[in-house]
């Protein structure tokens, strides 16, 4: 069956860069575009960062434009998220899914702190 498992998530300062791994399985990984999405508390679920099935083109939402960068490894089944220049208002559970998203496929995301 489909699954996502993130990971990489933590407290990471103001400024601060951070890594998200997402590790596919259950289908086959190189046909779908994926994307990042985060859940801030108290707020809705939103898109974050995108990359088509060839790795060639992606999109990102304007908040992070510039600071964070999407990529993938089809030989791994895994999608990245680099963060750099880390903001407060990153902190959020960071989610993977399809482009668009499929309501029964969320995992368990991975806890991002910015705090100093």
């Known amino acids: 069956q489909v699954q996502f498992v993130e990971s990489g998530g933590g407290l990471v300062q103001p400024g601060g860069s951070l890594r998200l791994s997402c590790a596919a399985s259950?289908?086959?990984?190189?046909?779908?575009?994926m994307s990042w999405y985060r859940q801030a508390p108290g707020k809705e679920r939103e898109f974050v960062a995108g990359?088509?099935?060839?790795?060639?083109?992606?999109q990102f939402a304007d908040s992070v434009k510039g600071r964070f960068a999407i990529s993938r490894d089809d030989a791994k089944n895994t999608i990245y998220l680099q963060m750099n220049s880390l903001k407060v208002d990153d902190l959020a559970v960071y989610y993977c899914?399809?482009?668009?998203?499929?309501?029964?496929?969320w995992g368990q995301g991975t806890q991002v702190t910015v705090s100093s």
């Open positions: 990359i088509n099935y060839s790795g060639r083109g992606t």
């Open positions: 899914n399809f482009n668009p998203p499929r309501t029964d496929y």
């Open positions: 259950g289908f086959t990984f190189s046909n779908y575009a």
